[in-house]
Nanobody, 122 residues
Framework: QVRLVESGGGTVQAGASLTLSCAAS???????MGWFRQPPGKEREGVAT???????KVADSVKDRFTIYKDKVKNTLYLQMNSLKPEDTAIYYC?????????????????WGQGTNVTVSS
């Protein structure tokens, strides 16, 4: 069983940077993982994923500003977010699935964290 715990959210001004962390308990060696977000009143959307082999994929809407990476030793997934905009305001979730490839579709994943809030003020 994999348990995911996100951290690193907060309230920042537009243009700032934040790094979110997702600490996993239980081995994620055979898992793909991803970051999703749910803005207020909107549906959950895929932000970035990382395949089991470490290959990243970032949504077009944030690809110039966000980076996903994983520290295998720490068993922790990260999302580096730069040049934050008010429209990035959302609850950010970490997800994992025992599969080789990740997906930006939230229905792909069966393991989820509780989420961390990110608020970007203008």
């Amino acid at each position: 069983q994999v348990r995911l715990v996100e951290s690193g959210g907060g309230t920042v001004q537009a243009g700032a940077s934040l790094t979110l962390s997702c600490a996993a308990s239980g081995s994620t060696t055979y898992f793909s993982m991803g970051w999703f977000r749910q803005p207020p009143g909107k549906e959950r959307e895929g932000v970035a994923t990382i395949d089991r082999d470490g290959s990243p994929k970032v949504a077009d809407s944030v690809k110039d500003r966000f980076t996903i990476y994983k520290d295998k030793v720490k068993n922790t997934l990260y999302l580096q977010m730069n040049s934050l905009k008010p429209e990035d305001t959302a609850i950010y979730y970490c997800a994992a699935e025992r599969a080789a490839s990740g997906s930006l579709r939230h229905t792909w994943y069966s393991h989820w964290g509780q989420g961390t809030n990110v608020t970007v003020s203008s």
